[in-house]
Nanobody
Framework: QLTESGGGSVQTGGSLRLSCAAS????????MGWFRQAPGKDREFVAAMYFNGFRTYYADSVKGRFTISRDNDKSAVYLQMNSLKPEDTAVYYCAGGGWINIRSYSSWGQGTQVTVSP
């Protein structure tokens, strides 16, 4: 089970930190990712991290602004989002067991809403 938290409403230029808590799984052996879905749009890749934290990958749209991290002792993955823009408004999902391709993931959280106002 994956449970996201930390969403909310901020103004342009603000920051938020999303958290995803994992339970009932071998978290330390799973790659983890973050995706987002804006109203009327497909779910899209945001960031991913290898199971051991040694490799990360970001969508071009968030590179330099967002940072993915994980704490395997706490079975948690995080997404630090800085310099937020209105186009970052979406429901953000964490996912486990895949890499960049959305179809590669086997587990999903319920999502947390992020709203960025102009």
């Amino acid at each position: 089970q994956l449970t996201e938290s930390g969403g909310g409403s901020v103004q342009t230029g603000g920051s938020l930190r999303l958290s995803c808590a994992a339970s009932g799984r071998t978290f330390s052996r799973e790659n983890m990712g973050w995706f987002r879905q804006a109203p009327g749009k497909d779910r899209e890749f945001v960031a991913a991290m290898y199971f051991n934290g040694f490799r990360t990958y970001y969508a071009d749209s968030v590179k330099g602004r967002f940072t993915i991290s994980r704490d395997n002792d706490k079975s948690a993955v995080y997404l630090q989002m800085n310099s937020l823009k209105p186009e970052d408004t979406a429901v953000y999902y964490c996912a486990g067991g895949g890499w960049i391709n959305i179809r590669s993931y086997s587990s999903w959280g319920q999502g947390t809403q992020v709203t960025v106002s102009p």
